[in-house]
């Protein structure tokens, strides 16, 4: 093969430019990098404005896993104690983040979009009970206006077994 | 009566079916489904959902001659009409060519899918029956996969509707099958559902009060092929993907219907695995695919937190707990100790609850010490169905035209409610029944006759009908009226007898003296030894058939005589204290009283060790029914820590007290109970697993067919025979009954209901508001003559203690009897006369 120094040269270059520009790294821990809109971090289960869960308990979550992370136990609501605005919500919801390999399938095969893989992804535990991310840990504050669940709501303003949505977004 | 053969192709496969079949279940016994929604194999046709749509051929037939027409190969010509037909409520002709996945009939079903659904929540997320769902399924293999319905134009219905405190409806997933309607009113009789409104408004409503008042309402839940009907206890408990199984036998009455269990481990319960629903497991020759509340609802008793968990010893008067060992060192010491005593000896009580292999290794402990064993029971006549009771082959649902039942002093609706099934299907298909009892029950309506006698006179009325049989002289004392020679006739003519006798109004050796009638007319008419004949008796207990089996029986004096005499006492599974409050003192005195159980018992109150017992959801074991069929249930959840089954309890304290009893498990009990049980030789339990296939096929792919009840995989039992060959000449010896004299006052006689309130009934909640409350029942003119009104309150003195209670006003209640139901907190063992007083 035939040398081009002019080749050499452009390369050199290269390098050279590289030396001016800013770098690329991120001071981690100080300065975080922002991630990609579809990023799939660590779940948070969702509420509806006024505070209620969206999460009905229906546990398709669980079946669509594939490596079986997610625990979901249901009861009824009531009107005196009402968590979500259907007939039916989670009284037990756990993630074994150790487990979970972020494939985003609970959050395609929720019903009611109460699932969602958000951006953070700064989960470490020192312990394996740690790993295990409880309903209290993945439930989103109570948005401003809402009410903390359970919540008591004059009878029959709830009477969807399934809320209905919006179409999906 | 055999009907004959009709051949016919359905998609190309040739089948022969008895005329008069239908063409959906011709089809399914070739493995060709047919969708269906309101047909279903147990109930008969109505074609009110249109899913079952075929294409039917018929063979053309020329007008004029009636000939059959052939083309020109030879070919018989096959006329299709142009309409799609229900093929659930079409019978099978001659030469018909049915397509089912034609063209044509898949698009016809499409539609009705499709119009189906226009109304339908599509709740399936949070629906029970998501998962297990004939319309779910249905929809995905039939179904068009969009809709040209307005989604908007969905009406709105409640959603939450108590049907009663056990089932709830869904309205708008209600898809108008009619099933339930048709289960309460033609299967069990109790037609307590129906429609209301017409077309989109149809609604089931419930016309009882209580609202759905049936002790078999749970099945409509199985064999609802939407989620419109759900159990109180299952509502929102999992999804049925979730759920574990196993095959397990319903614990609570003689029966033995097959059950799987469905467990799961929950949070809500501290991690542990709990049964979240109980099943019927399909046993045609039991229990088909039904079973009563109580089989379906009673179950947490099994996963109560009142359970005992670990050995207690006696320490300074109280109970305390301690390890295994230390028990199982305390208890030889004691047994050894107290059986070294000069006084009387070990008496060992076990109960009907107990598994075969607990009452059989129970039994050679007992012995081993020069032991007596007592059967806690109040029900005489075990020797007597073991040597009489049905023979091999003996199905409740093949006795039909020229067989007679009789039924005697025994309330089969509340004591065994299969069994009362099965009697009035039987009576459905042509069989004669007979009732014979004080008072009406619900059987009556089924009967071709009903003999009415007075309480303590039910052995002097089985008598009578022996005298009109046999015309011994010896017997005309009791020489009956017109209607007994009646009964006395069918006896005689009849194909095939089988006789039910129970305890009503009986004390144990009365009960006696009726088993030994009732024997003895089975075999003076020749009705023994054979299949669907022989004699049965209504226990009390799962089990206590094969407790008469594996050897163990009541005193027919009860318990207090021996208890005085004995120096240690040994009680497994059974509470004799709570029946009997004055056992307390003579097991309280210097006696050493050892007890298994599962729960803080009156009885295991007195005892100096209490061994913690696992319950029949965490251990294997059999059960004999009263049909004599030996039945396997399995572990379904981990055993409760620290307990052990019965009878490895009572082999490892054989083995301290130096009794060689070693068996590694309960199979290898069963094989030890084969050598030595004659009836039992040829059981083990790989014999108990064999199941074959039975019809109508349900559960799995067959769910939207027969329902959500479980395919019997596990074991459809064995039906051991009598020990009486047929036609060998056995004579019964019979007891005179005494003649026992009036006295002032009621008679106050014990009765069974289903719900009570005993220990297996009590802890499960959902229940509760359906439970029977503490009450005496009255004759209305006896009560007028007392001065007492429904409700109020009376009182009286038995056994020199007073008791109050509310009084009901019954009809039906023979005058000069008041009726006691069992295990309400009053114990009545056996009927007793007593002064009734209204409390001011
Ligand atoms: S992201 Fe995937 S692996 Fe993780 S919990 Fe969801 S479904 Fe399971
Ligand atoms: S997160 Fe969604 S899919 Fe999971 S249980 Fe809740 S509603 Fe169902
Ligand atoms: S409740 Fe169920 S079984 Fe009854 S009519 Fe409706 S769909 Fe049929
Ligand atoms: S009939 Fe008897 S065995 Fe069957 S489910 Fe009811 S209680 Fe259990
Ligand atoms: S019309 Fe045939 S199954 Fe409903």
Same mark, same amino acid.
């Given at each position: 093969?035939?040398?081009?120094?002019?080749?050499?040269?452009?390369?050199?270059?290269?390098t050279?430019?590289?030396?001016?520009?800013?770098?690329?790294?991120?001071?981690?821990?100080?300065?975080?990098?922002?991630?990609?809109?579809?990023f799939?971090?660590?779940?948070?289960?969702?509420?509806?404005?006024?505070?209620?869960?969206?999460?009905?308990?229906?546990?398709?979550?669980a079946?669509?896993?594939?490596?079986?992370?997610?625990?979901v136990?249901?009861?009824?609501?009531?009107?005196?104690?009402?968590?979500?605005?259907?007939?039916?919500?989670?009284?037990?919801?756990?993630?074994?983040?150790?487990?979970?390999?972020?494939?985003?399938?609970?959050?395609?095969?929720?019903?009611?979009?109460?699932?969602?893989?958000?951006?953070?992804?700064?989960?470490?535990?020192?312990?394996?009970?740690?790993?295990?991310?409880?309903?209290?840990?993945?439930?989103?504050?109570?948005?401003?206006?809402?009410?903390?669940?359970?919540?008591?709501?004059?009878?029959?303003?709830?009477?969807?077994a399934?809320?209905e949505?919006?179409?999906?977004k | 009566?055999?009907?004959?053969?009709v051949?016919?192709?359905?998609?190309?496969?040739?089948?022969?079916?008895?005329?008069?079949?239908?063409?959906?279940?011709?089809?399914?016994?070739?493995?060709?489904?047919?969708?269906v929604?309101?047909?279903?194999?147990?109930?008969?046709?109505?074609?009110?959902?249109?899913?079952?749509?075929?294409?039917?051929?018929?063979?053309?037939?020329?007008r004029?001659?009636?000939?059959?027409?052939?083309?020109?190969?030879?070919?018989?010509?096959? &006329?299709?009409?142009?309409?799609?037909?229900?093929?659930?409520?079409?019978?099978?002709?001659?030469?018909?060519?049915?397509?089912?996945n034609?063209?044509?009939?898949?698009?016809?079903?499409?539609?009705?899918?499709?119009?189906?659904l226009?109304? &339908?929540?599509?709740?399936?997320?949070?629906?029970?029956?998501?998962?297990?769902?004939?319309?779910?399924?249905?929809?995905?293999?039939?179904?068009?996969?969009?809709?040209?319905f307005?989604?908007?134009?969905?009406?709105?219905?409640?959603?939450?509707?108590?049907?009663?405190?056990?089932?709830?409806?869904?309205?708008?997933?209600?898809?108008?099958?009619?099933?339930?309607?048709?289960?309460?009113?033609?299967?069990?009789?109790?037609p307590?559902?129906?429609?209301?409104?017409?077309?989109?408004?149809?609604e089931?409503?419930?016309?009882?009060?209580?609202?759905?008042?049936?002790?078999?309402?749970?099945?409509?839940?199985?064999?609802?092929?939407?989620?419109?009907?759900?159990?109180?206890?299952?509502?929102?408990?999992?999804?049925?993907?979730?759920?574990?199984?196993?095959?397990?036998?319903?614990?609570?009455?003689?029966?033995?219907?097959?059950?799987?269990?469905?467990?799961?481990?929950?949070?809500?319960?501290?991690?542990?695995?709990?049964?979240?629903?109980?099943?019927?497991?399909?046993?045609e020759?039991?229990?088909?695919?039904?079973?009563?509340?109580?089989g379906?609802?009673?179950?947490?008793?099994?996963?109560?937190?009142?359970?005992?968990?670990?050995?207690?010893?006696?320490?300074?008067?109280?109970?305390?707990?301690?390890?295994?060992?230390?028990?199982?060192?305390?208890?030889?010491?004691?047994?050894?100790?107290?059986?070294?005593?000069?006084?009387?000896?070990l008496?060992?009580?076990?109960?009907?609850?107990?598994?075969?292999?607990?009452l059989?290794?129970?039994?050679?402990?007992?012995?081993?010490?020069?032991?007596?064993t007592?059967?806690?029971?109040?029900?005489?006549g075990?020797?007597?169905?073991?040597?009489?009771?049905?023979?091999?082959?003996?199905?409740?649902?093949?006795?039909?035209?020229?067989?007679?039942?009789?039924?005697?002093?025994?309330?089969l609706?509340?004591?065994a409610?299969?069994?009362?099934?099965?009697?009035?299907?039987?009576?459905?298909?042509?069989?004669?029944?007979?009732?014979?009892?004080?008072?009406?029950?619900?059987?009556?309506?089924?009967?071709?006759?009903?003999?009415?006698?007075?309480?303590?006179?039910?052995?002097?009325?089985?008598?009578?009908?022996?005298?009109?049989?046999?015309?011994?002289?010896?017997?005309?004392?009791?020489?009956?009226?017109?209607?007994?020679?009646?009964?006395?006739?069918?006896?005689?003519?009849?194909?095939?007898?089988?006789?039910?006798?129970?305890?009503?109004?009986?004390?144990?050796?009365?009960?006696?003296?009726?088993?030994q009638?009732?024997a003895?007319?089975?075999?003076?008419?020749?009705?023994?030894?054979?299949?669907?004949?022989?004699?049965?008796?209504v226990?009390?207990?799962?089990?206590?058939?094969?407790?008469?089996?594996?050897?163990?029986?009541?005193?027919?004096?009860?318990l207090?005589?021996?208890?005085?005499?004995?120096?240690?006492?040994?009680?497994?599974?059974?509470?004799?204290?709570?029946?009997?409050?004055?056992?307390?003192?003579?097991?309280r005195?210097?006696?050493?009283?050892?007890?298994?159980?599962?729960?803080?018992?009156?009885?295991?109150?007195?005892?100096?060790?209490?061994?913690?017992?696992?319950?029949?959801?965490?251990?294997?074991?059999?059960?004999?029914?009263?049909?004599?069929?030996?039945?396997?249930?399995?572990?379904?959840?981990?055993?409760?820590?620290?307990?052990?089954?019965?009878?490895?309890?009572?082999?490892?304290?054989a083995?301290?007290?130096?009794?060689?009893?070693?068996?590694?498990?309960?199979?290898?009990?069963?094989l030890?109970?084969?050598?030595?049980?004659?009836?039992?030789?040829?059981?083990?339990?790989?014999?108990?697993?064999?199941?074959e296939?039975?019809?109508?096929?349900?559960?799995?792919?067959?769910?939207?067919?027969?329902?959500?009840?479980?395919?019997?995989?596990?074991?459809?039992?064995?039906?051991?025979?009598?020990?009486?060959?047929?036609g060998?000449p056995?004579?019964?010896?019979?007891?005179?009954?005494?003649?026992?004299?009036?006295?002032?006052?009621?008679?106050?006689?014990?009765?069974?209901?289903?719900?009570?309130?005993?220990?297996?009934?009590?802890p499960?909640?959902?229940?509760?508001?359906?439970?029977?409350?503490?009450?005496?029942?009255l004759?209305?003119?006896?009560?007028?003559?007392?001065?007492?009104?429904?409700?109020?309150?009376?009182?009286?003195?038995?056994?020199?203690?007073?008791?109050?209670?509310?009084?009901?006003?019954?009809?039906?209640?023979?005058?000069?009897?008041?009726?006691?139901?069992?295990?309400?907190?009053?114990?009545?063992?056996?009927p007793?006369?007593?002064?009734?007083?209204?409390?001011?």
């Amino acid at each position: 093969m035939r040398k081009n120094p002019l080749e050499l040269l452009r390369g050199l270059w290269t390098t050279f430019r590289s030396m001016l520009e800013s770098p690329v790294t991120y001071q981690y821990p100080e300065i975080k990098r922002p991630v990609r809109e579809r990023f799939r971090g660590r779940h948070e289960l969702k509420r509806y404005e006024n505070g209620l869960e969206k999460c009905i308990g229906c546990a398709l979550c669980a079946a669509a896993c594939p490596a079986d992370a997610i625990f979901v136990e249901a009861a009824e609501n009531t009107d005196e104690e009402r968590y979500s605005p259907g007939e039916r919500y989670a009284s037990t919801y756990e993630i074994n983040l150790l487990r979970c390999i972020f494939c985003g399938f609970c959050e395609d095969s929720c019903p009611t979009e109460a699932i969602v893989l958000e951006q953070n992804y700064e989960v470490s535990f020192t312990s394996r009970r740690q790993a295990i991310y409880t309903k209290d840990l993945l439930l989103v504050p109570v948005p401003t206006n809402g009410r903390q669940t359970p919540m008591k709501v004059p009878p029959g303003s709830f009477e969807r077994a399934v809320p209905e949505m919006e179409d999906a977004k | 009566m055999t009907k004959s053969l009709v051949t016919l192709t359905i998609d190309g496969i040739e089948v022969s079916v008895p005329e008069g079949t239908l063409i959906v279940d011709a089809a399914k016994k070739v493995g060709i489904d047919i969708p269906v929604f309101c047909y279903h194999p147990k109930l008969h046709p109505v074609g009110m959902c249109r899913m079952c749509l075929v294409e039917i051929g018929r063979p053309a037939r020329d007008r004029s001659t009636g000939e059959p027409i052939f083309d020109e190969d030879g070919q018989q010509v096959i &006329h299709f009409g142009p309409n799609l037909e229900t093929s659930c409520t079409t019978p099978v002709g001659e030469g018909w060519v049915i397509r089912v996945n034609s063209e044509k009939a898949r698009e016809g079903r499409k539609q009705i899918v499709e119009y189906l659904l226009t109304s &339908h929540p599509l709740d399936c997320p949070i629906c029970d029956k998501g998962g297990e769902c004939p319309l779910q399924n249905l929809t995905m293999e039939h179904g068009p996969g969009t809709s040209r319905f307005l989604f908007d134009e969905k009406i709105d219905l409640d959603k939450h509707v108590p049907l009663g405190e056990l089932i709830f409806l869904d309205r708008e997933r209600c898809i108008q099958c009619a099933r339930c309607v048709r289960f309460q009113e033609e299967v069990v009789d109790d037609p307590v559902l129906g429609f209301t409104n017409r077309g989109r408004r149809l609604e089931i409503i419930t016309s009882s009060d209580p609202g759905f008042d049936s002790y078999f309402s749970g099945n409509t839940t199985d064999i609802c092929p939407v989620g419109a009907l759900t159990t109180a206890d299952f509502r929102f408990g999992a999804r049925p993907w979730e759920l574990n199984r196993a095959a397990s036998i319903c614990p609570h009455c003689p029966v033995g219907c097959n059950l799987t269990l469905n467990t799961r481990r929950e949070a809500r319960a501290e991690g542990r695995d709990v049964i979240k629903r109980v099943m019927p497991r399909q046993n045609e020759h039991v229990n088909e695919i039904w079973i009563c509340d109580k089989g379906r609802f009673a179950h947490h008793f099994a996963s109560s937190i009142e359970r005992l968990t670990k050995p207690m010893v006696r320490v300074n008067g109280d109970l305390v707990q301690v390890g295994w060992d230390e028990a199982l060192v305390r208890a030889t010491e004691g047994l050894k100790d107290a059986l070294g005593r000069s006084k009387g000896g070990l008496v060992g009580i076990a109960g009907g609850r107990a598994s075969n292999e607990d009452l059989y290794v129970f039994r050679r402990f007992i012995e081993g010490l020069d032991g007596h064993t007592v059967l806690d029971d109040n029900l005489a006549g075990g020797d007597l169905t073991r040597e009489m009771g049905v023979g091999r082959g003996t199905d409740l649902g093949q006795i039909g035209p020229g067989d007679v039942i009789l039924v005697i002093a025994s309330d089969l609706h509340e004591e065994a409610p299969i069994w009362w099934l099965r009697l009035k299907q039987a009576v459905e298909r042509g069989a004669e029944l007979i009732v014979a009892n004080a008072r009406a029950t619900r059987l009556d309506r089924y009967a071709a006759h009903i003999i009415r006698y007075p309480y303590r006179r039910a052995v002097q009325t089985a008598l009578g009908l022996l005298h009109a049989v046999t015309k011994r002289a010896d017997l005309s004392p009791f020489v009956g009226d017109k209607s007994l020679q009646k009964v006395a006739k069918l006896f005689m003519k009849a194909e095939n007898a089988i006789i039910f006798y129970g305890r009503e109004g009986l004390d144990y050796k009365a009960s006696e003296a009726l088993a030994q009638a009732c024997a003895s007319l089975l075999t003076s008419t020749d009705h023994v030894g054979r299949a669907n004949n022989g004699l049965i008796a209504v226990w009390p207990r799962v089990n206590t058939q094969g407790a008469w089996d594996m050897g163990l029986q009541p005193i027919p004096s009860g318990l207090g005589e021996i208890l005085e005499q004995a120096s240690a006492v040994y009680v497994m599974a059974s509470d004799p204290v709570a029946d009997d409050a004055s056992l307390e003192t003579l097991l309280r005195e210097d006696t050493f009283l050892v007890v298994q159980e599962l729960f803080m018992t009156p009885t295991a109150e007195l005892a100096d060790v209490v061994f913690p017992a696992r319950s029949f959801i965490e251990r294997e074991g059999t059960y004999t029914s009263g049909e004599h069929r030996v039945q396997r249930f399995y572990p379904a959840v981990l055993p409760l820590g620290g307990t052990k089954s019965d009878w490895r309890i009572v082999t490892s304290l054989a083995n301290a007290m130096g009794i060689e009893l070693n068996f590694p498990s309960a199979a290898a009990v069963m094989l030890a109970i084969a050598e030595s049980v004659p009836n039992y030789s040829d059981l083990t339990y790989q014999a108990l697993t064999i199941a074959e296939s039975q019809w109508p096929h349900v559960g799995g792919e067959s769910l939207y067919f027969g329902g959500n009840a479980f395919k019997n995989s596990q074991g459809l039992g064995v039906q051991v025979g009598p020990a009486a060959e047929p036609g060998e000449p056995s004579e019964v010896a019979l007891t005179m009954p005494v003649e026992e004299s009036e006295e002032d006052g009621l008679l106050l006689v014990p009765i069974t209901r289903l719900y009570d309130r005993g220990t297996t009934v009590l802890p499960s909640k959902v229940l509760h508001p359906r439970l029977e409350r503490l009450h005496i029942e009255l004759n209305p003119k006896d009560a007028s003559h007392l001065g007492v009104i429904d409700g109020a309150q009376v009182e009286f003195r038995m056994n020199g203690k007073r008791f109050q209670l509310p009084a009901r006003l019954v009809a039906t209640v023979p005058e000069g009897i008041a009726l006691m139901p069992r295990s309400l907190g009053v114990s009545v063992v056996n009927p007793i006369p007593v002064q009734i007083s209204s409390v001011e």
